[in-house]
C-alpha cells in the first residue's frame, strides 16, 4: 500500500496537495481491550493524542490488565495518555491504573467526583494510589455538558455523578419512540449509575461510550425525547448486563455495529442481548469473549468473537449456563491469563469506519449512506 502511495505522488508530482490530503485521511483509532469483563478503551486521534477510558482490573490482575492496554498503545505508536478517563470507582474500571501509569505516562485525569460506595480498599486506593498521581498531574471532575479538550474530536460528557446532560447535542431531540418499552427499575444507588459517559464525533462519525450507567439514568438521557441522537458505534454498556442497554438507549441510538467488552461468566446475558440483537439497523454485535450466560442461544458467529480461554471446553455449550442460586456461590469463571486479543477499530471523517478481530484478522468496513441517515 505505501510502495502505491509513494509511486502515484511520484508520478503526479502534486505531492504538497496529495499529502495534505493523505493526512486529512488519517483515521481515528479505537481499541476495545480485553480486560475479562473489566473495561479499558482507548482512542488515538490522527494528530497521536491519546484519552484512555479505564484501566481494567486490579489486585493480581493489575499487571496482565495494564500490560494488554500497554500492547494496544505499542500497536498504535504512543507513549502516554493525555486524557484518562476513570468513570467510576469499581475495580473493573479503575484497578489497574497504578500499573498503567508506570508504564505509560498520564497528562490529565478526569473522573466523576467523590466516590458514593466507599470501602476500605477504594479508601486505601484514593490515600495511597490515585491522590499522589493527580497531584502530579492536571485533574478535573466533569459534569454533564462539558467537553474534554481532545484535536479532532467533539468530546461531549452526556452523564457524571448521576446527572445527565439536560440539553440536547446538535441536530438531537426528538420524541423517543423506544421509551415506551423501557420501564424504570427500582434504581441503583452503586458507582454505576455515577459512571461517567461520552458522545464522541470525528467528522462524521459517532461513537458512544456510557461505562456502567444504568437503566434509570439512560431513561433521565433518553427520554421523552432522543437528546444524543444516532451513533454508528455502540460501545455496549456494562459489560453487556441487563440492568443497563435499555431500548430507550440503544435502540434510540440506532448503532450500526455495537462491541461488548463482557468477561465469560460477566455480561453478555440473555436480556441485554435480546436487546442488542433486535436493534433497528445494527448490523453486527462482536463480542470480546463467548459469554457463558448467553451459550449459544444469543452469541454471535465465532468470528466476530475477539478471545477464546486457556483450556476451552471439551463441548460449545448450547444451552445457556444457569448461575446458582442467590447466596450460592459460583465456580470460579474460566482463566484467561494468556494471549488477548483487542477489537480495533479505524473511523475516517466521513463517517466509514472499520472493526478488526484482532484474533483471526476477520474485519468489516462499515460505508456511511448505507444505513442509519436518521437521527
Ligand atoms: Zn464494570
Keep these: 500500500m505505501r510502495t502505491v502511495l509513494v509511486s502515484v505522488l511520484a508520478s503526479a ?86 500499573e498503567v501509569a508506570r508504564q505509560l505516562p498520564i497528562a490529565h485525569y478526569y473522573d466523576h467526583g467523590a466516590n458514593v460506595q466507599a470501602t476500605p480498599a477504594t479508601d486505601d486506593f484514593f490515600k495511597t494510589v490515585y ?7 492536571m485533574h478535573t471532575v466533569v459534569k454533564p455538558g462539558d467537553t474534554i479538550p481532545v484535536k479532532d474530536l467533539k468530546w461531549t460528557v452526556v452523564a457524571s455523578a448521576g446527572n445527565v446532560l439536560m440539553k440536547n447535542l446538535p441536530g438531537a431531540g426528538r420524541p423517543n419512540q423506544y421509551c ?4 424504570p427499575d427500582a434504581g441503583d444507588p452503586t458507582e454505576n449509575a455515577q459512571s461517567v459517559s461520552s458522545y464522541i464525533t470525528f467528522g462524521k462519525f459517532r461513537v458512544v461510550h456510557m461505562g ?61 442481548m435480546k436487546v442488542l440483537f433486535s436493534s433497528p439497523g445494527l448490523e453486527d454485535l462482536w463480542q470480546m469473549h463467548f ?14 468473537i475477539a478471545n477464546q480461554i486457556d483450556q476451552p471446553d471439551t463441548a460449545i455449550p448450547i444451552g445457556q449456563w444457569n448461575p446458582p442460586a442467590q447466596g450460592q456461590q459460583a465456580p470460579p469463571a474460566p482463566v484467561h491469563n494468556g494471549k488477548a486479543y483487542y477489537f480495533k477499530i479505524t473511523a475516517q471523517q466521513d463517517g466509514t469506519f472499520t472493526v478488526t478481530n484482532m484474533r483471526n484478522n476477520f474485519s468489516k468496513t462499515y460505508r456511511p449512506g448505507t444505513a442509519n441517515a436518521t437521527r
Design 291 to 304: 459469554s457463558l450466560l448467553s451459550g449459544q442461544e444469543y452469541t454471535v458467529p465465532g468470528a466476530f
Design 212 to 272: 456502567d450507567l444504568t437503566y434509570n439514568k439512560e431513561l433521565d438521557l433518553m427520554c421523552p425525547n432522543n437528546r444524543l441522537g444516532a451513533a454508528d458505534l455502540f460501545i455496549v454498556s456494562h459489560h453487556g448486563q441487563a440492568i443497563s442497554n435499555s431500548p430507550a438507549l440503544v435502540h434510540a441510538l440506532h448503532p450500526r455495529a455495537a462491541i461488548i467488552n463482557n468477561g465469560t461468566r460477566k455480561g453478555g446475558q440473555p436480556d441485554a
Design 180 to 183: 415506551a418499552e423501557s420501564k
Design 13 to 98: 508530482c502534486l505531492a504538497a496537495p496529495a499529502l495534505a490530503q493523505n493526512r486529512a485521511a488519517k483515521p481515528l483509532e479505537i481499541y476495545v481491550v480485553d480486560v475479562e469483563g473489566g473495561n479499558a478503551t482507548l482512542f488515538v486521534t490522527p494528530s497521536g493524542e491519546t484519552v484512555l477510558i479505564d484501566t481494567g482490573n486490579g489486585g493480581n490482575q493489575a499487571a496482565r490488565d495494564a500490560a494488554r492496554i500497554v500492547e494496544a498503545a505499542k500497536d498504535a505508536g504512543v507513549t502516554r495518555i493525555d486524557h484518562l478517563i476513570i468513570t467510576h470507582w469499581h475495580g473493573d474500571h479503575f484497578g489497574g491504573l497504578q
Design 131 to 137: 491522590e499522589p498521581l493527580t497531584a502530579k498531574a
